[in-house]
T-cell receptor
């Protein structure tokens, strides 16, 4: 158990819909990272927040947005969903905002768009 | 942008054989990390390498960071069935972003 929690574990929705994925970082960690992993693919970095502020942005689509709240939990919002958005979405946390040290990954949310 | 390439994509070995995965970056890295993801699981941090030419060992696992800090390798000696999974390297240039390689999926036949 990494200490990072993600809800829900599974999500099935239809094209065009909007969903929200939730992540609670490990106690004491200030950074939250979001990654997308498609079937048998690597981890695509989406976005990082550090202590409530956006720190780094990766290949995140305009239809996707995220935020980190004062209690440090984070939400990833995916809208106008397409079939190609079906993937595992991982949240990771770390204490550092500089990318040093390990990232602790949550169990992931498996999103299926039908 | 920064690219991190990993080979091979798949590796099948008999239990007891050695295994190596290689990671190459298009740019010089400030550090590199390795993660393992078991089937159906999430990535788990293995190690971080920072110094040019650094070599670190964890039991049967040996990690190397190239002299030019553009490549790295993970070598497993005498694989066991518990080594099954996908091994990812992740490199950082500047800033806080890690770029992950595509991973090497290791299967071990008992």
């Amino acid at each position: 158990d990494s200490g990072v929690t993600q809800t829900p574990k599974h999500l099935i929705t239809a094209t065009g819909q909007r969903v929200t994925l939730r992540c609670s970082p490990r106690s004491g960690d200030l950074s939250v990272y979001w990654y997308q992993q498609s079937l048998d693919q690597g981890l695509q970095f989406l976005i990082q927040y550090y202590n409530g502020e956006e720190r780094a942005k990766g290949n995140i689509l305009e239809r996707f947005s995220a935020q980190q709240f004062p209690d440090l939990h984070s939400e990833l919002n995916l809208s106008s969903l397409e079939l190609g958005d079906s993937a595992l979405y991982f949240c990771a946390s770390s204490y550092s905002g500089q990318g040093l040290g390990e990232q602790y990954f949550g169990p992931g949310t498996r999103l299926t768009v039908t | 942008g920064q690219q991190v390439m990993q080979i091979p994509q798949y590796q099948h070995v008999q239990e007891g054989e050695d295994f190596t995965t290689y990671c190459n970056s298009s740019t010089t890295l400030s550090n590199i990390q390795w993660y393992k993801q078991r089937p159906g699981g999430h990535p788990v941090f293995l190690i971080q390498l920072v110094k040019s030419g650094e070599v670190k060992k964890q039991k049967r696992l040996t990690f190397q960071f190239g002299e030019a800090k553009k490549n790295s390798s993970l070598h497993i000696t005498a694989t066991q069935t518990t080594d099954v999974g996908t091994y990812f390297c992740a490199g950082r240039t500047s800033g806080s972003r890690l770029t992950f390689g595509e991973g090497t999926q290791l299967t071990v036949n008992p």
